[in-house]
């Protein structure tokens, strides 16, 4: 018997069925009870829409505004790819050392252990993205800013 479950959990631990959310599945997030934090040295918000915390194990999701002038500084999401969707404005992004323009209805595919930047031009009104993480964990550096709006309960 002991046999019998120890090989249980072994099997259960490396098809990934033992992490057990510890919070409900949330299957809609309203935007409005999302938690917002300031970011790019107050020049924008990121809401953390989907994640660990709303029982989302495999991915997350956010949106991300931006002003002109603000800056996502060069940095890599080793265990986590990466994908954004423009919704509105335009951006200078930097993968792997080479600079490219994106714009409104634009897709972002970055890579896990890519490294990548964002520039906003100076007067650009506004940049919005949804934002994606498989892989979820990079969007918990977001609850560094100060909150502008936090969670409230469905």
Known sequence: MLRTSLLTAVLCVSAGCARVPTVPVRYVVNSAEAPTFRISQGKGAATLLTNEETGARAASMGVLDLQGGAGVPEHIHEHSVE?????????EMTIEGQTMPVKKGDAVYIPAGIRHAARIPEGTECFRAVQVY???GPEARFRQGEPVKPATAP
């Open 83 to 91: 994908m954004l969707y423009v919704e509105e404005g335009e951006a």
């Open 134 to 136: 498989v892989g979820p």
